[in-house]
T-cell receptor
Framework: GAGVSQSPRYKVAKRGQDVALRCDPI?????LFWYQQALGQGPEFLTY????????KSGLPSDRFFAERPEGSVSTLKIQRTQQEDSAVYLC?????????????FGEGSWLTVV | KQEVTQIPAALSVPEGENLVLNCSFT??????LQWFRQDPGKGLTSLLL?????REQTSGRLNASLDKSSGRSTLYIAASQPGDSATYLC????????????FGTGTRLKVLA
């Protein structure tokens, strides 16, 4: 596709429910990032993939958060037993080359509200 | 630990004015710095990427500078237009051992027609 695509765009989950957020990066992009953005704040790093390898997951806030990119393209961020503090926009980004020394392209985000 | 600060948090200017947005970072050992634009309800769009070896980058009416020794970057917008209204974020990447960008909280810019 022309850009990074994320789905769903909006998700309302009941507290305790599991959610899965999908990211389709730009075709051929090696690097993929997940960020979490709370209202009025800058994005906070969650995790980084280089192809299918998850090289950095230091930003995942708890073991309820899990991300995968099994074939090195589409990625899924899964949140188990959602809590109200998980309410945020989850942004996916990709870049053509390894690391983060290149322009990164963001999707429009998945807006998660936990009620 | 790298921290990125942006001042001011919000700014309103009349159309046509030249303006400067500021970004400060605490660890001068950065790999590069990017400036992004974010429109309400949208993702981020990369505006300019400055590598650590560069002093500035220009794109159209935008010019970004980088001074690693002082831990500062500025985004200069010339002849501002109402369409420039958005939140502008800067993000720094450390030199090694990490792939993450550390973002500031942004400057909300409103250009008045």
């Amino acid at each position: 596709g022309a850009g990074v695509s994320q789905s769903p765009r909006y998700k309302v989950a009941k507290r305790g429910q599991d959610v899965a957020l999908r990211c389709d990066p730009i075709s051929g992009h090696v690097s993929l990032f997940w960020y979490q953005q709370a209202l009025g704040q800058g994005p906070e790093f969650l995790t980084y993939f280089q192809n299918e390898a998850q090289l950095d997951k230091s930003g995942l806030p708890s073991d309820r958060f899990f991300a995968e990119r099994p074939e090195g393209s589409v990625s899924t961020l899964k949140i188990q037993r959602t809590q109200q503090e998980d309410s945020a926009v989850y942004l996916c980004a990709s870049s053509l080359h390894k690391g983060a020394g290149n322009t990164i392209y963001f999707g429009e985000g998945s807006w998660l509200t936990v009620v | 630990k790298q921290e990125v600060t942006q001042i001011p948090a919000a700014l309103s200017v009349p159309e046509g004015e030249n303006l400067v947005l500021n970004c400060s970072f605490t660890d001068s050992a950065i790999y590069n710095l990017q400036w992004f634009r974010q429109d309400p309800g949208k993702g981020l769009t990369s505006l300019l990427l400055i590598q650590s070896s560069q002093r500035e980058q220009t794109s159209g009416r935008l010019n970004a500078s980088l001074d690693k020794s002082s831990g500062r970057s500025t985004l200069y917008i010339a002849a501002s237009q109402p369409g420039d209204s958005a939140t502008y974020l800067c993000a720094a990447r450390a030199t090694s051992g990490t792939y993450k960008y550390i973002f500031g909280t942004g400057t909300r810019l409103k250009v008045l027609a």
